[in-house]
């Protein structure tokens, strides 16, 4: 079995753009769910795949990652799992991990990142042995959550660790946001040609009504502005060749909000 198989992953689509993620450990066949923004979608997923879900696992507080997690953990006596500087927050949580308590799902190390940024108490999850992220609204494909807590220099700080993960690993974020955020992208990163390949692919996907995601950290480094703004080439096109990254960070986060 290749590492990739050790957690079977499934995208749930729920709200408007939000993504929930089902997944199962392939040794102990523990599922769990993570950000489900709603209830009913991902009921309807468990029930077409025969699965129970033992895990509820969150990213952060906002109601369209949560809003499902009470009930979906009473339906099936699941646990909750969250940032235990969030538990005031969030629902009751079963397991209230941080960076140095890490975690543990169906056997696997779960190393918990605290991405502090789009809130303060952000936490991203990450399986070494999976080779995947879920990183919630701190980084989407080609772009990054907006600063509702954080400074910028505490999200640029949060997207450095991602930046750090195994090329290979597969993100999976919380919205598909992908197609709005590829458009922005090419008003700072215009003749990044990885990005205009990816820009043209998450068209086509989008047309076909086929999920951008997962993506990786290695398509990310190549091709997301936000993650670059340590680039000289990024740099120089904004007029900030002397800047540190986190100023340029800051500045692409500004003009996206503005946008
Ligand atoms: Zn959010």
């Not at 740099?235 to 500004?254: C, N, S, T």
């Amino acid at each position: 079995m290749s590492t990739l198989d050790a957690l079977e992953i499934h995208l749930v689509p729920v709200l408007t753009d939000n993504y929930a993620y089902i997944l199962r450990d392939t040794d102990t066949e523990t599922v769990g769910v993570v950000d489900p923004g709603e209830a009913e979608p991902v009921e309807a997923a468990l029930t077409q795949l025969g699965w129970r879900p033992e895990w509820i696992i969150l990213t952060h507080h906002h109601g369209d990652h949560i809003a499902g997690a009470e009930r979906l953990a009473g339906g099936y006596n699941a646990k909750i799992a969250g940032a235990a500087a969030d538990s005031k927050r969030l629902p009751p949580l079963d397991a209230a991990v941080t960076a140095e308590t890490g975690w543990d799902f169906g056997g696997q190390t779960v190393e918990v990142i605290e991405t502090p940024g789009h809130t303060i108490g952000h936490i991203a999850y990450h399986f070494p042995r999976a080779r995947a992220l879920f990183a919630g609204d701190t980084l989407f494909s080609l772009g990054c959550g907006r600063l509702f807590e954080g400074t910028a220099a505490q999200m640029w700080d949060s997207l450095s660790k991602l930046a750090e993960l195994p090329p290979e690993t597969r993100v999976y974020c919380g919205h598909e946001y992908t197609q709005n955020l590829a458009a922005f992208a090419l008003t700072i990163d215009p003749n990044n040609p990885a990005l205009r390949q990816r820009a043209e692919e998450v068209v086509q996907l989008r047309a076909d009504d086929k999920p951008t995601i997962p993506t990786t950290i290695g398509k990310e480094l190549a091709t997301n502005p936000f993650l670059r703004a340590g680039e000289p080439s990024l740099k120089h096109a904004l007029g900030m060749a002397e800047a540190d990254a986190a100023a340029v960070f800051a500045e692409i986060r500004r003009r996206k909000d503005a946008a």
